[in-house]
């Protein structure tokens, strides 16, 4: 079981990330309250062409602000999965987010969701380490309904459409086995990332709001794989969209 250590969850941690982040000497980095974090370079490219400055966080990790309420973090450039995810994720609450998202690739369990489609989980299967260690097992990890709402009008407004349902967080993802995807295709789970349940588990224990916004990138499904999804449209064309909800999102906080 994760945590080995069992009874943990009460106790303080050696050290923080406002600690790590402010170790730098000028003390915590002034962030928006919103930030998208990436995982595809193509997107980080189309960030980029938008934004013209950016805030240093730590080692390394760099928010490229795209408003006064809205940054971006290229999580790719620091690795993938949940405890990447969940590093910068918590670097970020700790110099000043209040809502994080997370715009980036998944894997579809239903045949049915068009590849053009901006997938909003709402729930996860927790099937890796790093949300144990800030929940028990037997606690429920969601996205923040009201973003997940804000992000739905504002993807829907541009004409994306906008599929809710559970998310399956793995991080082994060459342990990804028939019997499990057959099993979660039948109970209706949309989407399978390496990072969500952790996202939110952080999110949820730093007292901020968090959500996913998931591109299909391939197909999953008992007796094939899908490798690339045939879509018109992708990332960069959600960021805007993206942006703009977590804008209203934390404006209405």
């Not at 490219?45 to 490229?64: I, K, L, M, W």
């Not at 994080?100 to 998944?106: E, N, Q, R, W, Y």
């Amino acid at each position: 079981m994760i945590p080995n250590f069992g009874d943990k969850y009460d106790a303080d941690a050696l050290f923080s990330p406002a600690d790590a982040v402010g170790a730098q000497g000028d003390g915590l980095p002034d962030v928006p309250p919103a930030v998208v974090l990436g995982y595809q370079s193509d997107l980080t490219d189309a960030v980029r062409e938008r934004s013209d400055d950016h805030v240093e966080v730590v080692r390394g990790q760099r928010v490229d602000l795209l408003s006064e309420a809205v940054g971006y973090v290229a999580v790719h450039e620091s690795g993938i999965g949940a405890p990447v995810t969940a590093i910068v994720a918590e670097n970020v609450v700790a110099a000043g987010a209040e809502a994080v998202a997370m715009l980036g690739g998944g894997a579809a369990l239903q045949p049915e969701i068009d590849p053009d489609a901006a997938v909003l989980p709402t729930d996860a299967i927790r099937d890796e380490g790093v949300s144990h260690h800030y929940l028990p097992p037997a606690e429920p990890v969601t996205a923040t309904a009201s973003l997940v709402d804000e992000l739905d009008a504002s993807l829907s407004r541009a004409g994306f459409d906008t599929p809710r349902g559970t998310t399956w967080t793995t991080s082994a993802m060459y342990r990804e086995t028939v019997p499990e995807v057959e099993r979660y295709r039948e109970e209706g789970v949309v989407t399978l990332c390496m990072e969500s349940a952790a996202l939110w588990a952080v999110a949820e224990y730093r007292d901020a709001d968090a959500a996913t916004v998931h591109e299909i990138g391939d197909y999953l499904a008992p007796d094939e794989w899908v490798p690339e999804a045939d879509a018109d449209r992708g990332l960069p064309e959600m960021l805007g969209p993206t942006v703009e909800a977590l804008a209203r999102h934390v404006d209405a906080r």
